[in-house]
């Protein structure tokens, strides 16, 4: 079992940064393929970026690619979401994922095995 808590979440205004974290508690953290989703009120929850550790291997929706960074600090059991030129429309919350193992590039929620409560990111305009 893995438990997964989000933090770093909050109110910015457009074009501002933000830097999510996401603690895991599982032993062998770095063998994990670690995601970003997020999910806006009313809409399906969406990806935004995966890091595969082992192989040296991040991969971004098309929406978030080159303002958005995903990196891990395995020594600390963390994953981090660094956003930069926020927009409006990436209000959402945000979730961080786990999945064991990485022989895919995982995209879709039901790819992951443990999931993060979520931390609210609100982009004002």
């Known amino acids: 079992q893995v438990q997964l808590v989000e933090s770093g979440g909050g109110l910015v205004q457009a074009g501002g940064s933000l830097r999510l974290s996401c603690a895991a508690s599982a032993r062998t953290f770095s063998s994990y393929a670690m995601g970003w989703f997020r999910q806006a009120p009313g809409k399906e929850r969406e990806f935004v970026a995966v890091?595969?550790?082992?192989?040296?291997?991040?991969y971004y929706a098309d929406s978030v690619k080159g303002r958005f960074t995903i990196s891990r600090d395995n020594a600390k059991n963390t994953v981090y979401l660094q956003m930069n030129s926020l927009k409006p429309e990436d209000t959402a919350v945000y979730y961080c994922a786990a999945r064991g193992g990485m022989e895919i590039v995982p995209i879709r929620p039901d790819q992951y095995d443990y999931w993060g409560q979520g931390t609210q990111v609100t982009v004002s305009s």
């Open positions: 890091d595969r550790w082992t192989l040296g291997s991040t």
